[in-house]
């Protein structure tokens, strides 16, 4: 089992900063996947960002340029730094790793752009 808790989520401006973490405890394995996931009201979940234990990252188009994945496998915690942020980002952010023969989800936490 491995348990994932999200934080750094809030209230920002347009234009603002935000770093969101992804803390995973448990049964951790050296080889992932990670990925930031996001769902905004109405709308369904779309992958943000994802990086791998070997380094290997993914962006989704509209996000490129504003938004880095990193990962710290000391604290076991992966990071999303959002700058220039966009009413369009407001949405849930869910943190999600699988690892051989485990899927584990956050509880997500939520990210409002707004003047």
């Known amino acids: 089992q491995v348990q994932l808790v999200e934080s750094g989520g809030g209230l920002v401006q347009p234009g603002g900063s935000l770093r969101l973490s992804c803390a995973a405890s448990g049964s951790i394995s050296s080889n992932y996947y990670m990925a930031w996931s996001r769902q905004a009201p109405g709308k369904p979940r779309e992958l943000v960002a994802s990086i791998t234990s070997s380094g290997i990252t993914y962006y989704a188009d509209f996000v490129k340029g504003r938004f880095t994945i990193s990962t710290d496998n000391v604290k076991n915690t992966m990071y999303l730094q959002m700058n220039n942020l966009e009413p369009e980002d407001t949405a849930d952010y869910y943190c999600?790793?699988?690892?051989?023969?485990?899927?584990?989800w956050g509880q997500g936490t939520r990210v409002t752009v707004s003047s």
């Open positions: 999600h790793r699988q690892e051989p023969g485990i899927q584990s």
